[in-house]
């Protein structure tokens, strides 16, 4: 299986910050990587796929990047209803789809 | 609109088989393209892919539990079946179903509400 490593695990900012949370792969995995948001006690909700495309609906502040082995997910101004834990994901089913062990962002 | 929603019990006991049914409505798993997968998280951890069935019936499942799990589609009912053998605690999760539409590269969205399934004797 492919491993993704999130990093870092938790992450406290403070609404308006900048943030980046990284993703990196076991091995390249092209641009075939998802983020999801999560919030307590709902189910993950699909933010970016194919690393870089932004799902319909999802606010511009989210924006994906990279390829390979390295990925990222920024957030350009932190809005209150961003803290939530966020997981990348590996798309390709032939080679089993992994997640990331999540990172959780909460308010400074 | 699209929707998902997980059923099936709350509670088993070890070594049992679990059952769990996924109806959806809003698509068709006869459509080309189209896929359910199922999806789980322990509670306070990271999600885990479990399996995947496509409109032509291809499957795809967790290589590290594939011995475990079944997975089907009755089309007429819009539903997606998942059945998991043997169960353990340590396989307490929440459970999810989720739309996919694409063959190869899979992305899910949108996710059922989930169902927690507790493992306990």
């Known amino acids: 299986d492919i491993q993704l490593t999130q990093s870092p695990s938790f992450l406290s900012a403070s609404v308006g910050d900048r943030v980046t949370i990284t993703c990196r792969a076991s091995?390249?995995?092209?641009?075939?990587l998802a983020w999801y948001q999560q919030k307590p006690g709902k189910a993950p909700k699909l933010l970016i796929y194919a690393a870089s495309t932004l799902q319909s609906g999802v606010p511009s502040r989210f924006s994906g990047s990279g390829s390979g082995t390295e990925f990222t997910l920024t957030i350009s101004s932190l809005q209150p209803e961003d803290f939530a834990t966020y997981y990348c994901?590996?798309?390709?089913?032939?080679?089993?789809?992994?997640f990331g062990q999540g990172t959780r962002l909460e308010i400074k | 609109q699209i929707t998902l929603k997980e059923s099936g019990p709350t509670l088993v006991k070890p070594t049992q088989t679990l059952t769990l049914t996924c109806t959806f409505s809003?698509?068709?798993?006869?459509?080309?393209?189209?896929?359910v997968g199922w999806i789980r998280q322990p509670p306070g951890k990271a999600l885990e892919w479990l399996a995947l069935?496509?409109?032509?019936?291809?499957?795809r499942y967790s290589p590290s539990l594939k011995s475990r799990l079944t997975i089907t589609k009755d089309t007429s009912k819009n539903q997606v079946v998942l059945t998991m053998t043997n169960m353990d605690p340590v396989d307490t999760a929440t459970y999810y179903c989720?739309?996919?539409?694409?063959?190869?590269?899979?992305?899910?969205?949108?996710w059922g509400q989930g169902t927690l399934v507790t493992v306990s004797s």
């Open positions: 989720a739309l996919t539409l694409t063959t190869i590269l899979n992305w899910f969205d949108p």
């Open positions: 069935i496509y409109w032509n019936d291809d499957k």
């Open positions: 809003g698509f068709s798993l006869s459509t080309s393209g189209v896929g």
């Open positions: 994901q590996q798309l390709n089913s032939y080679l089993s789809i992994t």
């Open positions: 091995q390249g995995i092209s641009s075939y």
